[in-house]
């Protein structure tokens, strides 16, 4: 049995979505079987028709990417999840999916499975670090084995050097550059590779 990854993600202007890609690339490319899901767009039409970028993303990967269910988290052995940073915390549509696992943590279902996170902000400090960190605190609740790309690779520091998980600072605008989506094909590779040694064990 091959490793299993689940990126899930939630991405509004596409900046996420570009980095859970990249993620979803890297463990694919140790053999890992690979499932890209997005959880369900929460925010009214208003919102999203109000900002130009966000409806585009939204009508080009509706039919691209399917929608997270619980049945991805079972089929997993190791989890990436991507989310933008609000507040410096995770996003309201990411934060309601997690919030119908409760089922599944009880049944033990996360229990020793690796996982790691990524995020994306307007600004350099505009809550990248601590965005990963309230991600990690599901991840101690589901008893998973936390796996950070830390300071493990030189190509790391070409995108900020954040050892949380890959992060992108948009300015507004800028989608990630290729540096960015390096560490994070990086990360998805040594989240696959972790896995496979814990499978091994």
């Known amino acids: 049995m091959s490793v299993r990854v689940a990126v899930i ?15 979803a ?14 959880v369900h767009e929460l925010a009214p039409d208003t919102a999203v028709d109000a900002n130009p970028a966000w409806r585009a993303h939204v009508d080009s990967t509706k039919n691209e990417v399917q929608e997270a269910t ?14 933008p940073t609000r507040f410096g915390n995770v996003t309201s549509q990411l ?30 400090h505009g809550g990248q670090e601590s965005t990963i960190l309230s991600m990690n605190n599901v991840l101690y609740h589901w008893g998973c084995v936390i796996v950070p790309p830390g ?28 540096a960015t989506l ?11 590779d972790i896995a496979e040694r814990l499978r091994m064990s």
């Not at 939630?10 to 990249?22: I, M, P, W």
């Not at 309601?96 to 600004?123: C, E, R, Y």
């Not at 390096?182 to 989240?191: D, I, T």
């Open 25 to 38: 690339e890297g463990a694919a490319s140790r053999d890992a079987e690979v499932r890209l899901r997005r």
């Open 151 to 178: 300071y493990t690779d030189p190509l790391l520091f070409a995108a900020g050097g954040n050892p949380y998980g890959t992060s992108w600072a948009s300015g507004g605008g800028e989608t990630p550059d290729e």
């Open 70 to 83: 619980l049945e991805d988290l079972e089929w997993a052995t190791a989890y990436a999840f991507g989310t």
């Open 95 to 124: 934060k309601q999916f997690i919030d119908l696992t409760g089922g599944l943590w009880q049944a033990g279902v996360f229990h020793n499975k690796p996982a790691t996170s990524f995020t994306s902000a307007m600004n350099r």
């Open 182 to 192: 390096e560490a994070a094909r990086y990360q998805g590779r040594h989240l696959a």
């Open 9 to 23: 993600y939630y991405s509004a202007t596409g900046n996420v979505h570009q980095l859970a890609k990249a993620v």
